[in-house]
């Protein structure tokens, strides 16, 4: 979505705070009368705003909104709320509300002041069902695939994954997820934009780096059987899982200090050890009989015998 472009005149809607008093307001707009189909741009201070009942809107989620927040404080309003005005000098938004919520997140928060000049278009009231009713109908969201692209190309632009998650008010491991599926091959996200993938498919692909990888795993598999379990167990079936007892009687730690490779399951809870993959089982299973030695010697310097276990 474009940026709006400043308009010629420099009216401010009743009850604006004047632009020279806030450095981040925008520039005021032209206030000619209300058409009967389009609206005028205007400014109105935040505090004057308010969801109208009007809004046909009812089911409000609270999820993304603090990341609908951050959004709005590092790009700005790139899409206008729509007003209309009430006889008490407020107004009420009919199309926009939760763009209004997070803008009322930011100044609850000491990010804005309260009366921060919000760009909108006034319409008649006679007009607030419908234009509520025709914003709302026809929008459609970026699809995740189109999402994950973007964050790729922040970051290859040179932005650190931490700026791109206080840009856009999510975690860096979530960037970091979205940056592993945006770099699968590009049949995978394509298949995914026609519905012909899953997403828990798409990130059993991305436990392999190499796209090479990644299509021979797929093409191996017949069509009736690429459950994302099948994927992974096809990708780790030569590795061992850090949640297994080997793994575990020798120690995360100590294997990757000997420099034993990992494969980690971005998609499992960091605290989840089955999402760890040891990919040389050889190594581990060295690492263990040397420490079962270590425990023999000990046991012999303590009188105690193992039956000759290493004999």
């Given at each position: 979505m474009t940026a709006i472009a400043k308009p010629r005149k420099k009216n401010v809607v009743a009850g604006a705070s004047s632009p020279s008093t806030s450095p981040n307001a925008p520039e005021p707009m032209t206030t000619g009368a209300v058409g009967p189909a389009s609206g005028r741009d205007v400014l109105v201070p935040l505090d004057k705003l308010a969801i109208s009942t009007s809004n046909m809107r009812k089911v409000q989620h609270e999820e993304g909104l603090i990341e609908l927040a951050a959004l709005i404080e590092s790009q700005g309003l790139l899409q206008r709320l729509s007003i209309v005005a009430n006889a008490d000098g407020r107004f009420d938004v009919v199309a926009g509300g939760r763009r209004l919520r997070a803008m009322q997140m930011l100044a609850a928060t000491g990010h804005w002041p309260t009366d921060q000049p919000i760009e909108c278009k006034l319409y008649a009231q006679g007009q607030a069902v419908q234009v509520s009713l025709a914003e709302n109908s026809g929008r459609q969201g970026m699809h995740p695939a189109d999402q994950?692209?973007?964050?790729?190309?922040?970051?290859?632009?040179?932005?650190?994954?931490?700026?791109?998650?206080?840009?856009?008010?999510?975690?860096?491991?979530?960037?970091?997820?979205?940056?592993?599926?945006?770099?699968?091959?590009?049949?995978?996200?394509?298949?995914?934009?026609?519905?012909?993938?899953?997403?828990?498919?798409?990130?059993?692909?991305?436990?392999?780096?190499?796209?090479?990888?990644?299509e021979a795993i797929w093409d191996s598999l017949s069509p009736y059987d690429r459950s994302a379990w099948r994927i992974r167990n096809a990708i780790?079936?030569?590795?061992?899982?850090?949640?297994?007892?080997?793994?575990?009687?020798?120690?995360?730690?100590?294997?990757?200090?000997?420099?034993?490779?990992?494969?980690?399951?971005?998609?499992?809870?960091?605290?989840?050890?089955?999402?760890?993959?040891?990919?040389?089982?050889?190594?581990?299973?060295?690492?263990?009989?040397?420490?079962?030695?270590?425990?023999?010697?000990?046991?012999?310097?303590?009188?105690?015998?193992?039956?000759g276990l290493f004999a």
């Amino acid at each position: 979505m474009t940026a709006i472009a400043k308009p010629r005149k420099k009216n401010v809607v009743a009850g604006a705070s004047s632009p020279s008093t806030s450095p981040n307001a925008p520039e005021p707009m032209t206030t000619g009368a209300v058409g009967p189909a389009s609206g005028r741009d205007v400014l109105v201070p935040l505090d004057k705003l308010a969801i109208s009942t009007s809004n046909m809107r009812k089911v409000q989620h609270e999820e993304g909104l603090i990341e609908l927040a951050a959004l709005i404080e590092s790009q700005g309003l790139l899409q206008r709320l729509s007003i209309v005005a009430n006889a008490d000098g407020r107004f009420d938004v009919v199309a926009g509300g939760r763009r209004l919520r997070a803008m009322q997140m930011l100044a609850a928060t000491g990010h804005w002041p309260t009366d921060q000049p919000i760009e909108c278009k006034l319409y008649a009231q006679g007009q607030a069902v419908q234009v509520s009713l025709a914003e709302n109908s026809g929008r459609q969201g970026m699809h995740p695939a189109d999402q994950m692209e973007a964050f790729r190309r922040l970051v290859d632009d040179g932005l650190t994954i931490a700026q791109v998650a206080g840009r856009f008010g999510v975690s860096p491991l979530t960037v970091e997820r979205r940056l592993k599926l945006a770099r699968l091959a590009p049949r995978f996200l394509d298949l995914y934009r026609v519905d012909e993938i899953e997403p828990e498919q798409l990130q059993a692909l991305a436990l392999a780096d190499d796209i090479a990888t990644q299509e021979a795993i797929w093409d191996s598999l017949s069509p009736y059987d690429r459950s994302a379990w099948r994927i992974r167990n096809a990708i780790t079936q030569e590795a061992c899982s850090a949640d297994s007892r080997l793994a575990r009687f020798v120690g995360l730690d100590t294997y990757e200090a000997e420099g034993g490779s990992v494969r980690r399951d971005l998609f499992s809870s960091p605290e989840d050890l089955s999402g760890i993959y040891l990919a040389n089982p050889t190594m581990l299973q060295a690492l263990a009989m040397d420490k079962l030695r270590g425990i023999e010697v000990i046991l012999k310097e303590e009188g105690l015998v193992l039956g000759g276990l290493f004999a």
